[in-house]
């Protein structure tokens, strides 16, 4: 059955959605000897996949990976940066970078820390970060000044971005250190450096961002100890079908 080539691939595991499309931008990847065009339909059954040359088969799909990152500060959230920074697959051992299209879900900017899932289930990936879905991210906010209850109470309620209103969020103050002060935030969507903007944006900006958890994945957990900066750890299979269950639900 012909199903588009970008599909295809993240079903594969050879990459997400996103990164197929760029790699067919760049001309990287060849159907039935030809270069392949944004938007192909192919039939896996009859054509003959390539990328850079290599011909691929879905019996070489790769096993499914999982993985929790506690991503450092300095380190960004892709796969390849073009001014030759660190990224969070340099983290990882060669057996897991090389061959497993492995990629990260989502993001976190480079001067944040915390949380953040990788894994080479492309269909995983597109139903993560589709734009209506709504799985909570918490975080742990380091912000300048005292933002008083009312500001809180504004932020908790939404503010206006570039014309747009953010989504209700949970907003809490943890304590007060001399001139500083730790909320915990939670959101139920991830727009472009969000936290940074709302608090730059109310007066009290920000220090200091770490993710702590992604929906009920945390870097810590009674049984397990914290998730040292720069380590990861498999999944669980009852987090696996947490992130599984996101993305069948009648609302996505």
């Not at 192909?40 to 990328?51: F, N, T």
């Not at 250190?177 to 969507?189: G, H, K, M, N, P």
């Not at 727009?191 to 730059?200: L, S």
């Not at 040292?228 to 750890?233: A, Q, V």
């Amino acid at each position: 059955m012909e199903e588009r080539l970008q599909k295809i691939l993240a079903q594969w595991g050879i990459a997400s959605r996103r990164e197929a499309e760029e790699m067919i931008r760049h001309s990287r990847v060849q159907i039935n000897g030809k270069l392949a065009h944004l938007g192909q339909k192919v039939d896996p059954q009859k054509d003959a996949i390539a990328i850079d040359g290599k011909t691929l088969s879905e019996k070489q799909r790769p096993a499914l990976i999982y993985l929790l990152l506690h991503k450092p500060a300095g380190v960004v959230s892709t796969c390849y940066d073009p001014h030759r920074r660190k990224t969070v697959l340099d983290l990882l051992p060669k057996e897991l970078r090389e061959g497993s299209g492995i990629h990260p879900v989502g993001r976190l900017d480079a001067d944040s820390t915390g949380a953040l899932i990788l894994t080479n289930d492309g269909n995983l990936t597109f139903g993560l970060t589709h734009p209506r879905h709504s799985i909570s991210k918490t975080y742990r906010v380091l912000v300048k000044g005292h933002p008083p209850e009312v500001v809180l109470q504004m932020w908790r309620e939404g503010v206006v971005l570039e014309g747009r209103k953010t989504r209700a969020a949970e907003v809490h103050l943890i304590e007060h250190r001399a001139e500083q002060s730790f909320l915990e935030i939670v959101l139920q969507e991830g727009r472009n450096r969000q936290i940074r903007r709302i608090a730059q944006q109310l007066g009290y900006p920000v220090i200091k961002l770490h993710r702590t958890a992604i929906g009920p994945i945390q870097l810590q957990t009674p049984k397990e100890p914290l998730l040292s900066e720069g380590k990861y750890r498999s999944l669980t299979d009852r987090e696996i079908r947490f992130l599984q269950d996101q993305i069948t639900q009648p609302n996505y």
